[in-house]
């Protein structure tokens, strides 16, 4: 009878040494070279709220205020709460702006999205040396300042000595000689979308540009070997891996175009008939022409308001549509 073998018996596992605990730091002292990054930053930080954290909350205060011409000289303004927003939001005016000012970004923004991916899909395809010009004179035209380029265009449109309408009568379109452009809303309308347009493409332009120069090669390349066409290579992979950098030039562009006011001012001044009246417009000509300055802080107020309210809506459809690629 063969012997039963013996259980196996169970290893114990070693007791693990303690672990040595750091000894305690002693406290940091404070050292005045501490303060030298806060003190770089300061001046960066008190211009700011000077010049844009108080107008800010002057304007807000404002609006809750009954503030006329008065009240500006002798001040002593009194507190009214939101009669000067019932005011301006019982007004059929103030809606018409606003659908004037929407209808004003759209066309600006979705046309400056369209030609700047359009020259930035250009530019990849030209010479070295041709590429180096027009990008120079996309820079050149981003560098101009606001109220020259606007002077141009008052120039290029003039109704006797402009060249828009001398080469337009060369080319044998007799009826615009002397036409007077800025005498017609719809045609003041195109010139400004147009001085807009042309001033904001380069940097959408260059920026997308770059953007572009981050796609790999190879996903061209393997897309134009299962005979994708270049619509379909444009929207299976240089829209879907720029789309953030697309989301971001259009949420800058809704604010550039939104608040826009130096180019309506210069050239219409709102006009023909408040044809080009958007919202900042509005408010300076009712706190400036009618000095109630309380009805144009509250017109102000909810510029800002809107504007934050399209670009909630904006960023919301396009992290939703980054959600459904994720």
Known sequence: MSPVPAAPQATRPRPRAPEATPPPRPPRRFRPADLWPYLLIAPTLAGTAYLLVYPLVRSVVISFQHFRLGELIRGGAAFVGFDNYAEVLGGAEFWTVVRRTLVWTAVNVVLI????T????????????????VMSGMVLTWATPVLAATT?????FQSRLGVVNWLLVTLGFDSFKDYTWFADGNSTFAIL????????????????????????????????????SGWQIFRSVTFPILRPLF???ASLEVIWVFKCFAQIWAISKGG????????????????????KYDLGSAVSTLTVLILI???????????????EQA
Request: aromatic content about 10%; charged content about 15%; hydrophobic content about 55%.
């Open 152 to 156: 141009i265009f008052q120039w290029l």
């Open 118 to 133: 359009l020259v930035a899909l250009m530019l990849p395809r030209l010479g070295r040396w041709m590429r180096l010009a």
């Open 247 to 249: 989301g971001l030039i």
């Open 193 to 228: 979308v147009a001085l807009v347009v042309w001033q904001s493409v380069p940097f959408a332009a260059l920026t997308l540009y770059a953007g572009l120069t981050t796609v790999p090669a190879e996903l061209y390349e393997s897309a134009r070997i299962d005979g994708a």
């Open 113 to 116: 999205t369209l030609i700047s």
């Open 272 to 291: 023909p008939d408040e044809a080009t009246t958007t919202l900042p417009v509005y408010a300076f000509q009712i706190a400036q022409s009618l000095h």
């Open 309 to 323: 309210a399209v670009l909630i809506t904006h960023l919301r459809r396009m992290l939703k549509h980054e959600g």
